[in-house]
């Protein structure tokens, strides 16, 4: 089962070494538990929803069965239009979904700081959930939750995690990712391919 992770500097473990960013947390986690599961690690410091969407398909040439879409916190804080957000992460929705049909989407939801006005922070925080509902995916509520905002688990600039950080945004990934990975190895007919 491949998994990739579309995300940015906080699946990339800026700051880090790439042993301690999530991807290689939820690594050790599938390895420890014997699953042929292989974390791709497609994490970019600095991507943004667009820079994303010009990535996919080169990242789709190997098959992909889950896609962990962490991607929008960069639009955010450059201010970007939260539909122009919208628009990037569900072409990169759609064209997982044309290319492996069967793939299951995650959304990794993000909140924005508050200083970016309320009407803007409503607006980009409301993506998440929608398009998880519009695309039948699942959702991580808040990727950071029990992270941001939390000044001994970030780093000096007081947005990326530590390596404990990473390790609590690792869990949060896993409740969700964890019983999508147990229905993919429950079904009877793996393909190979």
Known sequence: INVLVLGNSLAAG?????????????????????????????????????????????????????????????????????????????????KVRARYPDADIILAGMQLPPNLGPDYTA????????????????LIPFLLEGVGGVPELNQADGIHPTAEGQRIVAENVWRVLRPVLERQLSRPTRNAS
């Open 14 to 94: 800026y700051g880090l070494s790439p042993e301690e960013a999530f991807p290689a947390v939820l690594q050790r986690k599938v390895d420890s538990l014997g699953w042929p599961v292989r974390i791709i690690n497609a994490g970019l410091s600095g991507e943004t929803s667009s820079g994303g969407l010009r990535r996919i398909e080169w990242l789709l040439r190997e098959r992909i069965d889950v896609l962990i879409l962490e991607l929008g916190a960069n639009d955010g804080l450059r201010g970007i239009d939260p539909e122009v957000t919208r628009r990037n992460l569900q072409g990169i929705i759609d």
């Open 123 to 138: 607006a980009f925080r409301a993506i998440y959930p929608e398009l998880a509902r519009a695309n039948n995916a699942h």
